[in-house]
T-cell receptor
Framework: GAVVSQHPSRVICKSGTSVKIECRSLDFQATTMFWYRQFPKQSLMLMATSNEGSKATYEQGVEKDKFLINHASLTLSTLTVTSAHPEDSSFYIC????????????FGQGTRLTVV | AQSVTQLGSHVSVSEGALVLLRCNYSSSVPPYLFWYVQYPNQGLQLLLKYTSAATLVKGINGFEAEFKKSETSFHLTKPSAHMSDAAEYFCAVSEGRSGTALIFGKGTTLSVSS
């Protein structure tokens, strides 16, 4: 099956700094990538939908200036958490949708962000 | 709007027993339905999916699920639980159009005891 690589798997950063998370589709082109956030023992909450070459669409309540999403190519989307605070600590997961009308989304391994 | 309800946040079974994880959906269009499994600090692995073909879907690791439109359900079953099945399970729904996100249920933690 298709592979989505997410990097880094774990990151610890100081409060006030920015962290970039990468999501790559390794063997397919992904017109659309999705970013989810998962709190401990909870479900995945969609943060934003990222389309190659255009601005991301953010879900209600997600600060677009804090969570910057860039989808510069068909195989790479990045999520940058700017001016991170402890409350941004969470598990972030990306997924990529295959082009051509297929429905299956493939997920990255996730990134555990800890802001200290 | 689409939504998914997973009944039971925690299910405990004995090794060798039947596993039944419940999922009900709400959708204004014919849904596409998915079951994913997540191990601690890892991403999601697709177990199986329903995309309007056969209503009984067989997946990996011996899991299967049956789409019942009349009951708006897509329950996940496995005849005999294994210790390695202990994990978090998520049911998800989508409209099935390319580029649409999955909407997830709250998840069910499966514990398997020896």
């Amino acid at each position: 099956g298709a592979v989505v690589s997410q990097h880094p798997s774990r990151v610890i950063c100081k409060s006030g700094t920015s962290v970039k998370i990468e999501c790559r589709s390794l063997d397919f082109q992904a017109t659309t990538m999705f970013w989810y956030r998962q709190f401990p023992k909870q479900s995945l909450m969609l943060m934003a939908t990222s389309n190659e070459g255009s601005k991301a669409t953010y879900e209600q309540g997600v600060e677009k200036d804090k969570f910057l999403i860039n989808h510069a190519s068909l195989t790479l989307s990045t999520l940058t958490v700017t001016s991170a605070h402890p409350e941004d600590s969470s598990f972030y997961i990306c997924s990529a949708s295959v082009t051509g009308g297929r429905t299956e989304a493939f997920f990255g391994q996730g990134t555990r962000l800890t802001v200290v | 709007a689409q939504s998914v309800t997973q009944l039971g946040s925690h299910v405990s079974v004995s090794e060798g027993a039947l596993v039944l994880l419940r999922c009900n959906y709400s959708s204004s269009v014919p849904p596409y339905l998915f079951w994913y499994v997540q191990y601690p600090n890892q991403g999601l692995q697709l177990l199986l999916k329903y995309t309007s073909a056969a209503t009984l879907v067989k997946g990996i690791n011996g899991f299967e699920a049956e789409f019942k439109k009349s009951e708006t359900s897509f329950h996940l079953t496995k005849p005999s639980a294994h210790m390695s099945d202990a994990a978090e399970y998520f049911c998800a729904v989508s409209e099935g159009r390319s580029g649409t996100a999955l909407i997830f249920g709250k998840g069910t933690t499966l514990s398997v005891s020896s």
